[in-house]
């Protein structure tokens, strides 16, 4: 009876600040509208108010950086082309469940996500969703509510913050490149910035891609048969096709049998890749597309990630998706998209070979003495782990004014509790950044 007293008391008490929060979530005017999660929106208008046969690509921001909309309507007329791919953070679960309810007779939904345990299981970022759903609240109904408990958790930080940048009459101010007016009405991310691999090694060696029979989880195979049962009631179309993948940063890469040609069509990637598809096979109800190894490609197609394609690359990604499209459908066509010269890679310009470009962990891991640490502009990626161990270190400086020319990994602070200090203009470029925006939590303007 005590118990159930306490509960009765105290209760309301421990509810009553997360209704404040979300209600400050919900009636604040739209606060990330030009940062790259405020795209989803958009997206999700231009799929709504599609008029016919449709083509809808659904992934994460590989989907976003791989293809050129615009040359698969030319090969496909009679249907109109939405790319919904965003952010791997988001979780593929929350944009097949946004589509759905826009799904209908005659299109064809193809599902491309990245090789990693976040596109392909049913994990959700509850701070990129509340950013991608700010100003569009009426989208959570869209959405299965065992999503709903990763929203909840991020909505005190996210509310306080939101609150923040309307006590100061301001909103975040995005990078050069992720940010919303980067995406073309289509929803590819279509930018001149996107010219050539600007990786100081040609692949990121934090995010290695591995294809494992552990992917997708079973609860999220499940989902997609479910789903796909689904799309097929809705007289639509739901293939799988794999997403471009760096050769360099797929596992086993290199193969004595292949004489050195690494990207040659028996290299182990490649292998590997298609050993993937052969367990997907085994276990998803719909059909695949294509032949992984065209997707495992060289590295002078990438941009800024293992699955980011150049604009280069994103037309020979394209090329090969139409084809595969064409024939699983039975369409024998000719395309007409012609294959660009691949541009030259930072390494090729013997970028990689300056010691300036990389932070090794060698440099300062373990150093338990070191308070203080300045990174200057001319570096251009950070190894994992470059700071564990660094017991006594309080802040890391960054220089460099754009965070999107700086590569960082999933453990950059592991072994460390020292704060990230950037310049102060560009603090919520670097707090919204594709990459740096999961340390959002620990990035301070520097103050001059």
């Not at 929350?94 to 826009?102: C, E, G, I, K, V």
């Not at 994992?384 to 460099?400: H, K, M, Q, R, V």
């Amino acid at each position: 009876m005590k118990r159930k007293f306490f509960l009765l008391l105290f209760f309301p008490a421990l509810l009553l600040p997360l209704i404040f929060m979300g209600v400050c979530a919900a009636v604040l005017p739209a606060k990330y509208d030009a940062t790259y999660m405020g795209e989803l929106r958009y997206k999700y208008e231009r799929l709504s108010s599609a008029e016919g046969k449709k083509i809808v690509l659904i992934g994460g921001s590989a989907a976003a950086f791989g293809v050129d909309s615009q040359l698969i309507e030319q090969e496909f007329p009679e249907h109109v082309v939405v790319n919904f791919g965003m952010y791997a953070a988001l979780g593929s679960r929350m944009m097949l469940d946004l589509a759905l309810s826009n799904i209908g007779k005659g299109d064809i939904v193809i599902f491309l996500p990245e090789i990693n345990e976040q596109t392909l299981s049913d994990f959700t970022d509850g701070t990129c969703a509340l950013q991608g759903l700010d100003g569009a609240w009426p989208l959570l109904a869209e959405i299965r509510p065992d999503l709903y408990p990763s929203l909840i958790g991020a909505m005190p930080s996210f509310a306080m913050e939101k609150l923040h940048y309307e006590l100061d009459g301001a909103a975040p101010v995005p990078g050069e490149l992720y940010r919303r007016d980067s995406f073309n009405e289509y929803g590819d991310m279509d930018s001149p910035i996107i010219s050539r691999n600007i990786m100081p090694e040609e692949y990121d060696p934090d995010l290695p891609v591995i294809f494992s029979d552990d992917l997708p989880t079973e609860e999220f195979t499940a989902y997609l048969n479910d789903y796909a049962r689904k799309v097929h009631a809705r007289g639509a179309s739901l293939y799988y096709h794999l997403c471009p993948v760096n050769e360099m940063s797929a596992a086993g890469a290199a193969d004595p049998s292949d004489s050195g040609q690494s990207t040659g069509p028996y290299s182990s990637a490649r292998r590997s890749a298609r050993d993937f598809y052969a367990h997907l096979d085994l276990v998803l109800d719909f059909p695949l597309l294509g032949d992984p190894g065209d997707s495992v490609m060289e590295a002078g197609w990438f941009y800024d990630t293992n699955f980011h394609l150049n604009r280069a690359g994103r037309t020979v990604f394209t090329r090969q998706l139409v084809r595969d499209l064409k024939a699983a459908l039975g369409d024998t066509t000719p395309t007409e998209i012609d294959v660009p010269v691949m541009p030259r890679t930072l390494a090729f310009l013997q970028m990689s070979d300056d010691e300036d470009t990389v932070l090794r962990r060698s440099v300062y891991a373990g150093n338990t003495e070191i308070t203080e640490i300045t990174i200057p502009g001319t570096v251009r990626r950070i190894e994992d782990g470059a700071f564990d161990g660094c017991t006594s270190l309080e802040t890391i400086i960054i220089n460099a004014e754009d965070p999107s020319q700086i590569l960082v990994g999933r453990h950059l602070l592991d072994g460390t509790d020292a704060d990230l200090l950037v310049p102060a203009e560009a603090l919520s470029a670097y707090r919204t950044d594709y990459r740096f925006s999961q340390y959002a939590d620990r990035i301070r303007a520097r103050r001059t």
